[in-house]
């Protein structure tokens, strides 16, 4: 198995509402990582979870709470989400430190998310 | 990290060598170069990464030059299905675990 999958794939959601993104990959990789992308630009990055624990948070509102119950699963929790947080979420997941140079990242295609 | 150059975009015929530059003059001798890239909708791709010596996979060849300020993606035999955006990002070895995007570059393969 060599995929990220993501699900859903489409969410939308109001502003009161919580919801989940989910990704999982059975890669044996180590680290994973939340991205976020709006429209005509490039990803950007939002946290990264290292052996199950946070080790980057991008100064990410607290709306979004990211998890990693385990080494194949990770989840990004949404809760009193603005309009403007509209995108598509990207997870993606390496080899561990150390290693993650030596090869690339493998991504998922992502979860578009609406908020109304 | 070093920071790198792409065009905004570029053409290409199908069937013909895409070439996509890339500069990257503030290198470091430890930093290697990323090639990704992203088709519409869809999370970005890894393609292939180099050092300083040129390398070749079954997607494409990247060619680093002597002084490692630059390099060229070559997608040898483009298709319609290439046609993406295309993103060089230099890393340092043993630096923190962000791949950090830049703005890329629109490749756009004609029939």
């Known amino acids: 198995d060599t995929e990220v999958t993501q699900t859903p794939k489409h969410l939308v959601m109001g502003m009161t509402n919580k919801k989940s993104l989910k990704c999982e990959q059975h890669?044996?990789?180590?680290?994973m990582y939340w991205y976020k992308q709006k429209a005509k630009k490039p990803p950007e990055l939002m946290f990264v979870?290292?052996?199950?624990?946070?080790?980057i948070n991008e100064s990410v509102p607290s709306r979004f709470s990211p998890e990693c119950p385990n080494s194949s699963l990770l989840n990004l929790h949404l809760h009193a989400l603005q309009p403007e947080d509209s995108a598509l979420y990207l997870c993606?997941?390496?080899?561990?430190?150390?290693?993650?140079?030596?090869?690339?990242?493998?991504f998922g295609s992502g979860t578009r998310l609406t908020v109304v | 990290d070093a920071k790198t150059t792409q065009p905004t975009s570029m053409d290409c015929a199908e069937g013909r060598a895409a070439n996509l530059p890339c500069n990257h003059s503030?290198?470091?001798?430890?930093?290697?170069v990323y090639w990704y890239r992203q088709i519409h909708s869809q999370g970005p791709q890894y393609i292939i990464h180099?050092?300083?010596n040129n390398e070749t996979n079954e997607m494409a060849s990247l060619i680093i030059t002597e002084d490692r300020k630059s390099s060229t993606l070559i997608l040898p035999h483009a298709t319609l299905r290439d046609t993406a955006v295309y993103y060089c990002?230099?890393?340092?070895?043993?630096?923190?675990?962000?791949?950090?995007f830049g703005k890329g570059m629109k490749l756009t393969v004609n029939p």
């Open positions: 993606a997941s390496s080899l561990a430190k150390g290693t993650l140079l030596l090869y690339g990242y493998t």
């Open positions: 890669m044996g990789h180590r680290a």
């Open positions: 979870y290292s052996y199950e624990k946070l080790s």
């Open positions: 503030t290198i470091s001798g430890n930093e290697y």
């Open positions: 180099g050092l300083k």
């Open positions: 990002i230099v890393r340092a070895q043993g630096g923190s675990e962000k791949l950090v």
